[in-house]
């Protein structure tokens, strides 16, 4: 049974699209919290104009019970809360304020902030910071190729991995591994962390550190396949991190720094324009 079986009526006058509204029944008392009163006219327009008399008087019920919680929670909050924490006013404009100034600031830096980082400045940055680069792990230079057992010319790859500079043999290896690797890497000025490696080859070993430092070259196989792997430059792990890995992170560094000094420029400039333009003024107390 309904919690409010006075209402229907209500509904109908209100809700069922007929003329015989009532006005003085806006202020019909749906329910009480301490002094707060809920009244029918707080509910009506949560109800669709399209509802029957009976969703609406469910709607209603449901609007009502939401309420009675709400209010609830915000009386007892007032009792336990001090006069600061109920500064809601107070609360409400700093937090207006936080967002606009950060809205200005943001299109500020957006029209004003110099984005060009030259190679030259990141390297002058690197060199200067070198302590705060430590790899936490240890990173390779290589070239790898993973063929199938049958793949064919095999004996070849060992030649063409380890060639240097040689032009001819560089574009063969890289027209045999799009026809026949199963998966290959030929970007020998890449860094790869080691751990990646291992993904993808077979290598076993106690120590990473012995293993970097006595192979160059080695060839591998499991039950499916065979790998050929080249190690062209490597770094241990503690050891500096390659300028090469830091780039990106580098130039994110400078860049913020170079947006806090453009701020806090901005911010000074602002402060003396004000005082030129005695739009401030220090009263004595």
């Known amino acids: 049974m309904s ?9 109908v006058l209100f809700f069922g699209g007929c003329n ?3 006005p003085k029944s ?5 329910a009480r919290v301490g002094s707060k009163y809920l009244y029918l006219v707080d509910v009506k327009d949560n109800i669709p104009i399209q509802a029957g008399s009976e969703d609406s008087l469910l709607i209603i019920q449901e609007s009502v019970n939401k309420w009675i919680e709400q209010e609830l929670l915000v ?8 006069k600061e924490a109920l500064d809601i006013d107070k609360q409400l404009q700093d937090y207006r304020n936080s967002l606009v100034v950060y809205s200005f600031e943001k299109e500020f830096v957006n029209q004003k902030l110099d984005t060009v ?4 400045e990141l390297l002058n940055y690197y060199q200067n910071n070198t302590q705060n680069f430590e790899l936490r792990d240890y990173v390779v230079k290589v070239l790898y190729v993973k063929v199938e057992k049958n793949a064919p010319h095999q004996k070849e790859l060992s030649k063409m991995l380890t060639a240097e500079e040689d032009d001819e043999l560089r ?8 026809q026949f690797a199963t998966n290959f890497m030929l970007e020998k000025e890449t860094w790869l962390y080691f751990n990646d490696l291992l993904k993808e080859i077979p290598i076993k070993t106690f120590s990473i550190d012995a293993f970097l430092k006595k192979n160059s070259y080695l060839e591998l196989e499991d039950e499916n396949f065979n790998y050929f792997l080249s190690i062209k430059d490597f770094r241990l792990k503690d050891s500096v991190s390659p300028f090469e890995l830091e780039s990106n992170r580098i130039k994110s560094i400078i860049l913020n720094k170079r947006k806090l000094d453009l701020l ?3 911010r000074k400039d602002l402060f003396q324009d004000a005082l030129s333009n005695n739009q401030i003024e220090y009263f004595n107390r």
């Open 264 to 266: 806090a420029k901005m």
């Open 117 to 120: 980082v030259g190679e030259q």
């Open 171 to 178: 574009y063969s290896l890289e027209d045999y591994c799009r």
């Open 26 to 30: 806006e202020t019909t008392e749906l």
């Open 3 to 11: 919690k409010f079986p006075f209402l229907l009526p209500l509904v």
């Open 20 to 22: 015989l509204f009532v």
């Open 75 to 82: 009386q007892r909050a007032e009792l336990n809360l001090g």
